[in-house]
T-cell receptor, first 116, second 114 residues
Framework: AQSVAQPEDQVNVAEGNPLTVKCTYSVSGNPYLFWYVQYPNRGLQFLLK??????LVKGSYGFEAEFNKSQTSFHLKKPSALVSDSALYFCAVRDIQRGGGNKLTFGTGTQLKVEL | KAGVTQTPRYLIKTRGQQVTLSCSPISGHRSVSWYQQTPGQGLQFLFE???????NKGNFPGRFSGRQFSNSRSEMNVSTLELGDSALYLCASSPPGTGGTEAFFGQGTRLTVV
């Protein structure tokens, strides 16, 4: 089965500093990887995805992620953090099902806190 | 284009009761998936419907069921509610032709079982 791991429950960063939220994956075959963000009492908002191609993926709100096959990682990054980036971030992998279909397996989430 | 709409947003039910949650996908999307989010278990896949057929199912007891209508709207039902069913239930829809590479989530229904 496909899985992703987010080793940090919380990441604290000062506004203006670069941020990294870590994710590692375990898949059979080629991975379809995603990052989502969740604000309090809200659903998930799509940030970016890696399917194939360039290892550096650019997404919404200035976020980007680097796919590293040798390290089986897909870390989320932003060059300059904003207080408004404070939220819960989820890494996910598309879980390939025998009959096809759209099932995502999520990591446990990382709470990002950006302080002034 | 309207997003994924889930109703109701909040719900309080008593143990033993049943509940039905509704999800209207983005127009043109035929795949609808349901997820349960709890502090202890995180985000867990419940099931997916495509063209009125259940295509995938997660590891939840039979008390959890769903269906999809011809207009792609979906409902999920939980019978004989337990305290542990208290959660945020999220619905996601996916457009055709993307091979599951895009999922758009609704704001969720917060279910509290007392």
């Amino acid at each position: 089965a496909q899985s992703v791991a987010q080793p940090e429950d919380q990441v604290n960063v000062a506004e203006g500093n670069p941020l990294t939220v870590k994710c590692t994956y375990s898949v059979s075959g080629n991975p379809y990887l995603f990052w989502y963000v969740q604000y309090p009492n809200r659903g998930l908002q799509f940030l970016l995805k890696y399917i194939t191609g360039d290892n550096l993926v650019k997404g919404s709100y200035g976020f980007e992620a680097e796919f590293n096959k040798s390290q089986t990682s897909f870390h989320l990054k932003k060059p300059s953090a904003l207080v408004s980036d404070s939220a819960l971030y989820f890494c996910a992998v598309r879980d390939i099902q025998r009959g096809g279909g759209n099932k995502l397996t999520f990591g446990t989430g990382t709470q990002l806190k950006v302080e002034l | 284009k309207a997003g994924v709409t889930q109703t109701p947003r909040y719900l309080i039910k008593t143990r033993g009761q049943q509940v039905t949650l509704s999800c209207s996908p983005i127009s043109g999307h035929r795949s609808v998936s349901w997820y349960q989010q709890t502090p202890g278990q995180g985000l867990q896949f419940l099931f997916e419907y495509f063209s009125e057929t259940q295509r995938n199912k997660g590891n939840f007891p039979g008390r959890f069921s769903g269906r999809q209508f011809s207009n792609s709207r979906s409902e999920m039902n939980v019978s004989t509610l337990e305290l542990g069913d208290s959660a945020l239930y999220l619905c996601a829809s996916s457009p055709p032709g993307t091979g599951g590479t895009e999922a758009f989530f609704g704001q969720g229904t917060r279910l509290t079982v007392v």
